[in-house]
T-cell receptor
């Protein structure tokens, strides 16, 4: 079974600075997908960015980018120019290419933005 | 507007009183799923459905039932709720494309006394 680990329960960053959230995962599969979800105080789950394992190029979405290291099974999220609206819980998630489209989530990192 | 809706959003009940949390999506998605979110545990899958009349257990199915009689609806049933089912519940849906985004409902906060 796949597992996802987020070793930073809480992080904080100064507004306009850059922060990196860590995520590692364990799998025996070669093809899979990785996601970062944001959960603001409203509790809504919002997809931030996704990465296909077969792609070497790191995904980027505006101020959000990932550092995907397949051999190390690492998938970190970098947030540039942090804004107050980025304050939220961030979850890393894994999805197998096969079968059930289940997302396996990490335990989350709570990000605080310091004005 | 494409969305997943859940009702109720908040529910306080007592041990043993049967309840149903409804989930509906308007995107004609085949796949639907239920997750529960607990502090320090992230989200864990309860049940999922690949299409109408096709359901299967996720990682934490004990104490829950589901049904998929219509494509748009996927209710979660707690026949005899217990305090350890106090949690935040999410319904999600997605289409057939491999990397289709899973759309999440707004969540249902359930408290079982």
């Amino acid at each position: 079974a796949q597992t996802v680990t987020q070793s930073q329960p809480e992080m904080s960053v100064q507004e306009a600075e850059t922060v990196t959230l860590s995520c590692t995962y364990d799998t025996s599969e070669s093809d899979y997908y990785l996601f970062w979800y944001k959960q603001p105080p409203s509790r809504q789950m919002i997809l931030v960015i996704r990465q296909e394992a077969y792609k070497q190029q790191n995904a980027t979405e505006n101020r959000f980018s990932v550092n995907f290291q397949k051999a190390a099974k690492s998938f970190s999220l970098k947030i540039s120019d942090s804004q107050l609206g980025d304050a939220a819980m961030y979850f890393c998630a894994y999805r197998s290419e096969n079968g059930n489209e289940k997302l396996t989530f990490g335990t989350g990192t709570r990000l605080t933005i310091i004005p | 507007e494409a969305q997943v809706t859940q009702n109720p959003r908040y529910l306080i009940t007592v041990t043993g009183k049967k309840l149903t949390v409804t989930c509906s999506q308007n995107m004609n998605h085949e796949y639907m799923s239920w997750y529960r979110q607990d502090p320090g545990l992230g989200l864990r899958q309860i049940y999922y459905s690949m299409n109408v009349e096709v359901t299967d257990k996720g990682d934490v199915p004990e104490g829950y039932k589901v049904s998929r009689k219509e494509k748009r609806n996927f209710p979660l049933i707690l026949e005899s709720p217990s305090p350890n089912q106090t949690s935040l519940y999410f319904c999600a849906s997605s289409g057939r494309l491999v990397l289709n985004e899973q759309f999440f409902g707004p969540g249902t906060r359930l408290t079982v006394l």
